[in-house]
């Protein structure tokens, strides 16, 4: 029976493919199709229902049910059993239709004359385009092989409407890919860019999706997998053995390469009548299916590695290499999945905006993207299957927002406010060389964040007065081995250099939590963000550390240097760590190097516990960073990773400003220097409210620096104290509203 069976669903696809590839206009098409298919089954009646927005189907061709229907019907995802396949992306197969759950009658079709009903969702690498349908008049359940022709069939309908072949004037049915979209994500870094989709892997086109040789077919996959398990084997051989994660991967890789049901399944549909490439594509699209039903995040990256084996194999099939020929456009807008932050680089600052499915705000794609200032909208779900190379897309990193092939009125408004940023860009460049002063008189030092060598600039152009935050561990994230120290040393003295003796902080490495190494060996915590990381790896592993202050003091040869430890939680971490340095000092001495002219050492405090440490450790420190990211999440216990509770705590919220207040009074009574660099210190409010705290040393993205300037300028800080005091006198926990209401008064536009 298979044997027989194959041979049928061979014919069913061959009379399908000369049907498609006669030359009628879609709706013919579409007639023609369910006409073939209700002869080939032998049912009364083949419908096809396919999209017509997100969530509504329409009856787009039948054979056996009225003809006035067409066009006509429409039901809505979840309605009735075809709107269930559609819904649940599965099929259904009853004999007794009307008895079945969710079964809605529909006079219009003429349904009830029909019994038994199987439909089957037409999808394309997991998305739904559609439902296909046949039904008969007895009371029969459809055969395995009589559900496989037709699932064959449906996935030969998707590549073909993918391919818009049933798009006409009279079928109603537009391109693919052609409506605007618009994606709510969230904000991996703000900023708003207008541009064209670059795909990072671009879609594989699939033009044949049936063929009637299926030896030739099987030699063409069974090739074409042996040259897969050779570059899997190829690549596998490349990677360091202390590279476990990409080992890990590749070994997935190889393991579904050598997959003897992944081939069986798919020797099996080109026994059928698919093409290689269908048959690849087929298993994919199942594995798209099942991925989103999945859970467990281990099982989801395992099938996400076997999608992203199926799309190497089908490049290798179709010729279309990893560089599918797709030029850069102008204004390119990266749209990927996922993406690491080496291949990020790579790409380079031409990129106007990044677009990506997963990543998270602390990713290391996040890192750099924040680094280079370049707008990011992550979990933007859907969009790599939706955008096409080339698509016109409008990125809005402050809502976390993408529009993509907008209409020409979100344009516009979208373009008045590139417009409006641009001109404020302009009206902040004017106050470069002014300082932050505020109407009180006071001086607030206006840093800046940095962590690539890439940034220096930014540090003339913004007007900052130096680094407050060097974040050394975007040299180690970007690379896939420990640097060496020589090679540390030469990026540190050039970053040096470029500062032109402005001062950088320097923090040493902090990794851990989300910031994990390439090639360190991932540690299983239960809570990483309160797990081994920061200074915790640096004293418990001190030879990382050691050779980091080694690299540290001999690019400083002669020059002023600043160390900052980072995630200091209480003063015997703070001691250890200078005695640590001390030790460097000296014996880089001995070894004959100039040290540095004069030294200064800082922590950051980023738990609530350093704070309230004795009083030796503010006489001792030589000055504190607040680094607010880590505080507030440990002040309100809310994980800044996490979505659902990230915003959940405001930094506006008197509880957080007042113990700002405290932290920064303490430090007085000692005058040690203290500094905020956290990101609310590159946000105007919160810069204000800071400032209104007593915190006279901000340090932010480049970026912000004119933006926070322009507002610190026009404040008077007592009276924005009197007004935070004052809303936390009524009882307000945020401050915020009644901030902003003052700042509006005072005529901000906020
Ligand atoms: C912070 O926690 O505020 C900080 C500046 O450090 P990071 O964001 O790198 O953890
Ligand atoms: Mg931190």
Sequence with gaps: MPNNMESESRKL???????????????????????????????????????????????????????????????????????????????????????????????????????????????????????????????????????????????????????????????????????????????????????????????????????????????????????????????????????????EVLEAYRMFANSRGWMRRMEEDIGRGLSAEAAVEKEQGAARTRLAQVPDPYMRERLHDLDDLSNRLLRILTGQGHETGAEMPENPILVARNIGPGELLEYGKTLKGIVLEQGSVGSHAAVVARAWAIPLVIHAEGITTEALNGNAILVDGDQGIVHLRPEDTVATAFRDKIAMQAEAQQRYAGLVGLPAETLCGKHISMHMNAGLMADLPSLASSGAEGVGLFRTELQFLIRNKVPRRGELATLYARVMDAARGKRVVFRTLDIGSDKVLPYMKPQDEPNPAMGWRAIRVGLDKPGVMRMQLQALTRAAAGRPLTIMFPFVAQFDEFREARALLDDVLISERKLGYVPPSSIEVGAMLETPSLAFAPDLFFEQTDFISIGGNDLKQFFFAADRENERVRRRYDTLNYSFLNFIRQIVERCNQFDTPVSFCGEDAGRPIEAAALAAMGVRTLSMRPASIGPVKAMLRRLDLDEVAQVIDQAAADGAQSVREDLTAYLVKQGFML
């Excluded at 493919?17 to 002869?39: F, H, K, V």
């Excluded at 890919?177 to 892997?201: C, D, I, K, S, Y």
């Design 13 to 247: 696809l061959g009379r399908l493919r000369d049907t498609l590839a006669e030359d009628s206009a879609g709706q013919e098409r579409l007639d023609r199709i369910t006409s073939l298919i209700a002869d080939s089954m032998q049912t009364e009646v083949c419908s096809i229902y396919l999209f017509r927005d997100s969530d509504t189907l329409e009856l787009c061709a039948t054979e056996g049910l009225k003809a006035e229907a067409v066009h006509q019907t429409r039901l809505r995802i979840g309605e009735g059993l075809v709107g269930r396949v559609a819904r649940t992306r599965s099929m259904v197969n009853a004999a007794d239709a009307p008895s079945e759950r969710g079964f809605r009658y529909m006079p219009e079709t003429g349904e009830e004359l029909f019994s038994s009903f199987l439909g089957l969702p037409i999808q394309r690498l997991g998305e739904t385009l559609g439902v296909l349908v046949v039904q008969s008049k007895d009371a029969r359940a459809f055969t395995d092989d009589e559900v496989y022709a037709l699932e064959v069939v449906a996935m030969v309908l998707a590549e073909m409407t993918e391919l818009g072949a049933f798009v006409s004037d009279e079928s109603g049915m537009t391109a693919l890919h052609q409506h605007p979209v618009l994606f709510r994500g969230a904000t991996g870094q703000e900023g708003v860019a207008e541009g064209n989709v670059f795909l990072h892997e671009p879609r594989v086109v699939v033009t044949n999706p049936v063929a009637d040789d299926p030896d030739a077919e099987t030699e063409r996959l069974r090739k074409a997998v042996d040259q897969l398990r050779l570059s899997v084997d190829s690549m596998l051989a490349k990677v360091e053995p202390s590279e476990k994660d990409q080992r």
